[in-house]
């Protein structure tokens, strides 16, 4: 489990996260909220090292991270990326960079390797253009690609920014299947998402940011009657018992923030 204690990390010396602290707990997905510029990716670059820190703590199963070696912190936390460039290789080969954190150079892929990469790509929608190169596909199949490609790193923690960025409605249906199949396993499953009806749907656990701080980290329903995602949004958002379960959905106004609010697990 990964576990961040009164973490700060930012860019160029600037904080851009202040005082986070939060677990990533297995066999939950958690949905990271907040308005752009929030600090919801520079929390999750800083969880995997790739931030200097400025502040605090960064344990993986208790273990403080500076005493990790890259390659040991790939084999338990993998990152779908925001943007990325635009290989010109085969997509099967791109997943199967998902394997290096296990491989040494020269790299050769084994068996195994490859039926994690069959099956990550499975999972994901993403099988039959295995043989297309990359730069060919549409954004929502290269956005397929890219998620078999964390799932082929086969890690305990699944860190995953805006996944369901250039998906067509059942791609996102499928992409949050996929991360509550990932939890059912056992895996801790971390998401930036937009979509608040979506996340309220699907998380586990919501963690609402806003200016580099952690305001809020609780359950969908306690996040929805807190009354936290009309102040930092701005929007009213409602929820409606359906034959399908709860459901929200957000109203656009103007609703000004009613005081300081204190989720349990913030």
Do not use: W
């Amino acid at each position: 489990m990964i576990r961040l204690n009164r973490l700060c990390a930012g860019y160029f010396g600037k904080p851009v996260i202040r005082e986070i602290t939060m677990e990533f707990l297995p066999g939950k997905v958690t949905v990271l909220l907040g308005p752009n510029g929030s600090g919801k990716s520079t929390v999750l670059k800083a969880a995997l090292g790739l931030l200097p820190r400025m502040g605090g703590e960064i344990l993986y199963d208790g273990v403080d991270i500076r005493q990790l070696k890259p390659r040991q912190i790939a084999q338990k936390a993998a990152l779908l990326v925001q943007s990325r460039n635009i290989p010109s290789i085969q997509a099967l080969r791109l997943v199967l960079h998902g394997r290096f954190p296990y491989l040494t150079y020269p790299r050769h892929y084994s068996g195994k390797d490859y039926a994690i990469a069959h099956d990550a790509m499975e999972a994901t929608g993403s099988r039959q253009h295995e043989n297309a190169k990359v730069g060919q596909l549409s954004g929502g199949q290269r956005q397929g690609v890219y998620l078999a490609m964390a799932l082929a790193q086969d890690t305990q923690t699944v860190f995953m920014d805006e996944p369901t960025t250039y998906l067509d409605i059942r791609r996102q249906f499928q992409t949050m299947e996929t991360a509550r199949s990932l939890a059912g396993e056992g895996k801790a499953v971390v998401l930036i998402l937009h979509d608040i009806c979506l996340a309220l749907r699907e998380a586990d656990r919501i963690a609402v940011f806003q200016e580099g701080r952690l305001l809020c980290l609780d359950q969908p329903e306690a996040v929805c009657k807190s009354g936290i995602l009309e102040q930092v949004f701005q929007v009213g958002v409602y929820s409606a018992q359906t034959p399908h379960g709860t459901q929200y959905y957000c109203v656009p106004g103007q609703y000004p923030a009613q005081g300081s609010y204190e989720c349990p697990n913030a």
